[in-house]
């Protein structure tokens, strides 16, 4: 069993709908809980991270961690066609430990809003 | 502009030959990682640095080797002994190890001829 589950999708929805993204995860060692968007050939950008369990929001961007049942969601309001790509969840463990600090990425899922 | 710089873009390698990526960045970190991305497999880490002169095994060190002679530089080198190389490689770094924020280079696409 991988440490980090991720549906890769492919998901398709129309401009304007809200999307959910989803990651489980087995280690409950994680504490840092990332989310990158990655464009067709490029580098991973950093969209936004959260520390433990709670809610963090940025512009249309919502991020959730409930370590309780070790599940992350990232939704996306008013999706645009700007935000088709393949956005990946991730995390690190706390201090200690042989994984610490290393990034342990789920399998990304693919996005693509069409107007 | 602060950032890092992989190089080169695209790269071709023979089968059996030794092939080494560049990663170049000027943020000032003391972290360092290599990662491999395969289709439907999100990133895999192969090497991390934590420090100069320092590097760890990541999950599939093998195949690979590293060198961190400069705070800037971490080269990635894929040995003959990595059976099946064609992917596409990405640097990243940051502040210092467990740090939230890491930053991605744009990729290096090895294929093998």
């Known amino acids: 069993q991988k440490e980090v589950e991720q549906d890769p999708g492919p998901l398709s929805v129309p401009e304007g709908a809200i999307v959910s993204l989803n990651c489980t995860y087995s280690?409950?060692?994680?504490?840092?809980f990332m989310w990158y968007r990655q464009y067709s050939r490029k580098g991973p950008e950093l969209l936004m991270y959260t520390y433990s369990s709670g809610n963090k929001e940025d512009g249309r961007f919502t991020a959730q961690v409930d370590k309780s049942s070790k599940y992350i969601s990232l939704f996306i309001r008013d999706s645009q066609p700007s935000d088709s790509a393949t956005y990946l969840c991730?995390?690190?463990?706390?201090?200690?430990?042989?994984?610490?600090?290393?990034?342990?990425f789920g399998q990304g899922t693919i996005l693509t809003v069409h107007p | 502009d602060g950032g890092i710089t992989q190089s080169p873009k695209y790269l071709f390698r023979k089968e059996g030959q030794n092939v080494t990526l560049s990663c170049e960045q000027n943020?000032?970190?003391?972290?360092m990682y290599w990662y491999r991305q395969d289709p439907g497999q999100g990133l895999r880490l192969i090497y991390y640095s934590q420090i100069v002169n320092d590097f760890q095994k990541g999950d599939i060190a093998e195949g690979y080797s590293v060198s961190r002679e400069k705070k800037e530089s971490f080269p990635l080198t894929v040995t003959s002994a990595q059976k099946n190389p064609t992917a596409f490689y990405l640097c990243?770094?940051?502040?210092?190890?467990?740090?939230?924020?890491?930053?991605f280079g744009q990729g290096t696409r090895l294929t093998v001829v």
């Open positions: 280690n409950s060692a994680f504490q840092y």
């Open positions: 990243a770094s940051s502040i210092g190890l467990g740090v939230a924020e890491a930053f």
């Open positions: 943020l000032n970190h003391d972290a």
């Open positions: 991730a995390m690190i463990p706390n201090a200690g430990g042989t994984s610490y600090g290393k990034l342990t």
